[in-house]
């Protein structure tokens, strides 16, 4: 008897100790703030680099089709080397030189176009492309700030992934050290051993797993933003409020910078139309003319100017083709703005019901954490006292480790729909709260593997059903870095 309550005084010690290192949570708050990140991103991100070099190039096409409508002044010397000579010779006089042997001459010629409506309406075309530019590089700067978002985010929920691992991984030890205890004592067999030599292992593989994701997201936000990311991470939480009513997102919708990068280039494919149109009508053009030589002809004169009024007109076949193709385009413009239009509003109404879906989500995984919790430390006592099974403290373990990951999952997913849903209606993220709910998540969860609980991606502990997929976050590309769904441990 004094031997039994000896190991049951040793195994309460250890268990201790486990329910301990299990429950404790070490948080830096060292992380930049993810405006940081959007601030920097402003002039470090190649995506937004490209965009405004895009938009300045339209601009200076708009200079470009000014040209086209101003005074043009063009200079032109020759050196001509006559074979012959030609002179009127005069009695009396000197000989008038009609060609001389080495013949010079200089010519400068001022052109004022008087009327070009083709060009005029180039001007206007020119205009709005340039817009329809500076609002794709709003747009461009505006996907940029979602990837930092979703990065950020999952940065965040790596870190507490690798948390809940090495808590995970310090249970396993302690639950080998309650097994090499009780093999000492002479009170089980070397299979519990050999069982938490194998848990062990599982958690020290998740461990891995989960240290991948972060790195993969943080590495990922370094090279969106060009800000290296410092160590440590908040608390991903959320209030699990709602975000109003989806009519007041939905008005939204129609200023959102693609939106309007559409109107503005359908606004342009108009305007090529016109442009089209006026290449039929004649154009109208002045110019005065300077002429220096040293073949004074008749005029006996080296220096004379000239006066000229020239309309021109012009009509092809090529000209009345290239109307119809540029009214395809108008068209195909027209069509794009309204695509464009509606999309923004099913991303919308998808980003609004993602929230709702994610907040019942949410609240469902921080219950099963509780309760997982609570039930591992239950079958730690009974372990210690002799009246549960070391399979029944593994089991324990797998699931709240299991119920973790979830909450993490399910927050990390809540608060990027809240983003999202920002994001789509146009709206600025960067004065949400991380850490106080409404903010920013982990898209795309549906792609998370359940490697964690099996060799090499294979199957699932026999007889456990596996943890539900949440679907990805509307809207916004998959980050291709998954976070561990599996609870680690072996096969029972």
Same mark, same amino acid.
């Given at each position: 008897?004094?031997?039994?309550?000896?190991?049951?005084?040793? /195994?309460?010690?250890?268990?201790?100790?486990?329910?301990?290192?299990?429950?404790?949570?070490?948080?830096?708050?060292?992380?930049?703030?993810?405006?940081?990140? /959007?601030?920097?991103?402003?002039?470090?991100?190649?995506?937004?680099?490209?965009?405004?070099?895009?938009?300045?190039?339209?601009?200076?096409?708009?200079?470009?089709?000014?040209?086209?409508?101003?005074?043009?002044?063009?200079?032109?010397?020759?050196?001509?080397?006559?074979?012959?000579?030609?002179?009127?010779?005069?009695?009396?006089?000197?000989?008038?030189?009609?060609?001389?042997?080495?013949? *010079?001459?200089?010519?400068?010629?001022?052109?004022?176009?008087?009327?070009?409506?083709?060009?005029?309406?180039?001007?206007?075309?020119?205009?709005?492309?340039?817009?329809?530019?500076?609002?794709?590089?709003?747009?461009?700067?505006?996907?940029?700030?979602?990837?930092?978002?979703?990065?950020?985010?999952?940065?965040?929920?790596?870190?507490? *992934?690798?948390?809940?691992?090495?808590?995970?991984?310090?249970?396993?030890?302690?639950?080998?050290?309650?097994?090499?205890?009780?093999?000492?004592?002479?009170?089980?067999?070397?299979?519990?051993?050999?069982?938490?030599?194998?848990?062990?292992?599982?958690?020290?593989?998740?461990?891995?797993?989960?240290?991948?994701?972060?790195?993969?997201?943080?590495?990922?936000?370094?090279?969106?933003?060009?800000?290296?990311?410092?160590?440590?991470?908040?608390?991903?939480?959320?209030? /699990?409020?709602?975000?109003?009513?989806?009519?007041?997102?939905?008005?939204?919708?129609?200023?959102?910078?693609?939106?309007?990068?559409?109107?503005?280039?359908?606004?342009?494919?108009?305007?090529?139309?016109?442009?089209?149109?006026?290449?039929?009508?004649?154009?109208?053009?002045?110019?005065?003319?300077?002429?220096?030589?040293?073949?004074?002809?008749?005029?006996?004169?080296?220096?004379?100017?000239?006066?000229?009024?020239?309309?021109?007109?012009?009509?092809?076949?090529?000209?009345?083709?290239?109307?119809?193709?540029?009214?395809?385009?108008?068209?195909?413009?027209?069509?794009?703005?309204?695509?464009?239009?509606?999309?923004?509003?099913?991303?919308?109404?998808?980003?609004?019901?993602?929230?709702?879906?994610?907040?019942?989500?949410?609240?469902?995984?921080?219950?099963?954490?509780?309760?997982?919790?609570?039930?591992?430390?239950?079958?730690?006592?009974?372990?210690?006292?002799?009246?549960?099974?070391?399979?029944?403290?593994?089991?324990?373990?797998?699931?709240?480790?299991?119920?973790?990951?979830?909450?993490?999952?399910?927050?990390?997913?809540?608060?990027?729909?809240?983003?999202?849903?920002?994001?789509?209606?146009?709206?600025?993220?960067?004065?949400?709260?991380?850490?106080?709910?409404?903010?920013?998540?982990?898209?795309?969860?549906?792609?998370?593997?359940?490697?964690?609980?099996?060799?090499?991606?294979?199957?699932?502990?026999?007889?456990?059903?596996?943890?539900?997929?949440?679907?990805?976050?509307?809207?916004?590309?998959?980050?291709?870095?998954? /976070?561990?769904?599996?609870?680690?441990?072996?096969?029972?």
């Amino acid at each position: 008897m004094m031997a039994r309550r000896s190991l049951q005084k040793t /195994l309460f010690a250890v268990v201790s100790g486990a329910v301990t290192l299990l429950g404790s949570t070490t948080n830096v708050f060292a992380l930049q703030p993810l405006p940081e990140f /959007l601030r920097a991103a402003k002039s470090n991100s190649v995506e937004t680099r490209e965009a405004k070099a895009t938009a300045a190039q339209r601009e200076a096409e708009v200079d470009q089709a000014w040209g086209k409508i101003f005074p043009s002044l063009s200079a032109r010397g020759q050196y001509i080397r006559n074979e012959f000579a030609a002179e009127v010779n005069q009695p009396g006089s000197d000989p008038i030189i009609i060609t001389p042997k080495d013949q *010079l001459e200089a010519t400068i010629t001022l052109e004022v176009p008087l009327v070009d409506v083709a060009s005029w309406s180039r001007i206007g075309a020119a205009k709005a492309a340039a817009k329809a530019a500076s609002a794709r590089a709003d747009l461009t700067a505006l996907d940029v700030e979602r990837a930092i978002a979703q990065r950020y985010t999952q940065a965040i929920a790596g870190r507490g *992934l690798v948390q809940a691992a090495e808590r995970a991984l310090a249970a396993a030890k302690a639950s080998q050290a309650i097994a090499g205890v009780r093999k000492d004592l002479g009170a089980t067999a070397g299979l519990e051993v050999d069982r938490a030599e194998a848990e062990v292992a599982r958690a020290e593989q998740n461990l891995a797993d989960a240290k991948q994701v972060e790195s993969f997201a943080r590495r990922a936000l370094q090279s969106l933003s060009g800000l290296a990311p410092s160590q440590g991470a908040p608390v991903l939480t959320d209030d /699990l409020k709602d975000e109003g009513t989806l009519e007041s997102w939905e008005k939204e919708a129609k200023e959102t910078p693609g939106v309007k990068a559409a109107m503005l280039e359908k606004e342009a494919a108009d305007k090529q139309v016109t442009a089209a149109w006026t290449q039929l009508l004649p154009t109208v053009t002045a110019s005065a003319n300077e002429r220096f030589t040293n073949a004074t002809g008749f005029a006996g004169q080296n220096a004379y100017w000239t006066l000229a009024l020239t309309a021109s007109w012009r009509l092809d076949f090529g000209t009345v083709r290239q109307i119809g193709a540029q009214k395809a385009a108008s068209d195909a413009a027209t069509a794009r703005h309204d695509r464009t239009e509606r999309d923004a509003k099913d991303r919308v109404f998808e980003s609004f019901e993602q929230v709702k879906t994610q907040i019942a989500k949410s609240k469902a995984a921080r219950s099963q954490v509780k309760a997982a919790s609570h039930a591992a430390a239950v079958a730690r006592d009974r372990y210690a006292n002799g009246a549960g099974t070391q399979l029944d403290v593994i089991q324990a373990d797998r699931d709240a480790f299991q119920a973790e990951v979830s909450r993490i999952q399910a927050d990390s997913d809540l608060v990027f729909a809240r983003l999202a849903l920002r994001l789509a209606a146009g709206k600025p993220i960067d004065t949400v709260a991380i850490t106080s709910g409404g903010s920013a998540a982990v898209e795309d969860s549906a792609t998370l593997p359940n490697k964690a609980g099996s060799d090499n991606g294979g199957s699932s502990d026999p007889g456990k059903t596996p943890a539900p997929q949440a679907p990805a976050a509307p809207g916004v590309e998959s980050t291709g870095a998954p /976070l561990p769904t599996k609870t680690p441990g072996a096969d029972k």
